[in-house]
């Protein structure tokens, strides 16, 4: 009797167990290392279209290199240049084709072009140039339009742009400035509404910010919603199952390898499994439920990678 009376108790302790266990191992998520890029660059773009994901300008091997990744078959291969030498530049897909929104030169000059790449064609050509010119801003994706938000303008300052392209109509609508003007931040949209997450001040990663703010453009403003966990710029975003997962990112003292998502219907963030390569000016793009992170500097400033990890929640 006595040692039912004390079996009882810990097979339920290890039930529990058991339990916490298997939440702990859902929410860490799982990284696999897949083949790297052709080349090794830094402060690159990222986008995906068709199931296959386009690197796209940056520091390193040439700032005018696309290569498109094929997870099915896990391999690599070389597509048209970009138009133009970018780093720092910001793409997106729509309707098939890719969207290059801004940078900066070779020269560090912010610009304002905006080029469409239709992957059918491998081919690229010009469209309506952004208002304001700006490198290292971000951009999502909302009902078929590219808002692009953020960045450093031609004065070497922040920006607050918040600025709509709609490539049916080639045409820029400017709309309600960002709150937190900032640079080397990521966006994510869930549910029509853009979050712009983390970032610094005027280029400066001795400024990081773990501020998050989110845009509605039915409502036509801004709300300051719960702020990441940690503060760091230089990241990379993607959203998945309603959820922005947000990489990487630098400091004076090094480079993160933070996993964490934002979760806009309870707002709240949750940590994951640490990225296996701290490194920043990193891309993500989605493809089926895995997440893959790309390129990027392992050490602050200007240090490539070819790298490849994949993420799968």
């Not at 970018?86 to 070779?106: F, Q, R, S």
């Not at 700006?134 to 303008?153: F, H, N, P, T, W």
């Not at 931040?185 to 853009?194: F, I, S």
């Not at 998945?240 to 933070?258: A, D, K």
Request: aromatic content about 8%; overall charge positive.
């Amino acid at each position: 009797m006595t040692f039912t009376r004390s079996i009882i108790p810990c097979l339920a302790l290890l039930c529990l167990a058991c339990v916490v266990l298997a939440a702990a191992a859902k929410s860490g998520g799982k990284w696999a290392t897949r083949n790297p890029m052709l080349s090794s660059r830094t402060e690159v773009a990222a986008a995906e279209t068709g199931g296959k994901i386009y690197v796209i300008g940056g520091f390193g091997q040439g700032g005018e290199l696309v290569e498109e990744y094929d997870p099915a078959g896990d391999r690599w291969q070389r597509r048209a240049s970009l138009p133009r030498a970018l780093h720092h530049t910001a793409a997106a897909a729509v309707a098939g084709k890719i969207y290059v929104v801004g940078g900066y030169d070779p020269s560090w000059g912010p610009v304002n072009s905006v080029y469409e790449y239709e992957p059918t064609l491998d081919r690229w050509r010009s469209r309506a140039s952004m208002p304001t010119a700006r490198g290292a801003l971000a951009v999502g994706i909302i009902g078929g339009k590219v808002y692009a938000v953020g960045g450093v303008g031609s004065d070497g300052k922040n920006t607050g742009a918040n600025e709509e392209y709609d490539p049916l109509k080639d045409r820029w609508t400017k709309h309600v400035s960002l709150p937190t003007v900032r640079d080397h931040l990521a966006v994510g949209v869930v549910d029509g509404k853009l979050y712009a997450i983390g970032g610094r001040m005027d280029g400066n990663y001795r400024r990081n910010l773990a501020v998050n703010e989110e845009y509605d453009p039915t409502a036509g403003g801004w709300r300051p919603r719960a702020s990441m966990p940690t503060a760091r710029s230089g990241i990379a975003a993607a959203v998945l199952g309603g959820r922005i997962f947000v990489f990487g990112g630098e400091s004076p003292s090094g480079t993160f390898n933070q996993t964490e998502s934002y979760d806009p219907a309870t707002n709240n963030w949750t940590s994951w499994a640490a990225m296996p390569t701290a490194r920043h000016g990193l891309g993500a793009a989605l493809v089926g439920s895995t997440i893959y992170v790309l390129s990027g500097g392992p050490t602050p400033g200007g240090s490539f990678s070819s790298l490849n990890e994949a993420f799968t929640p």
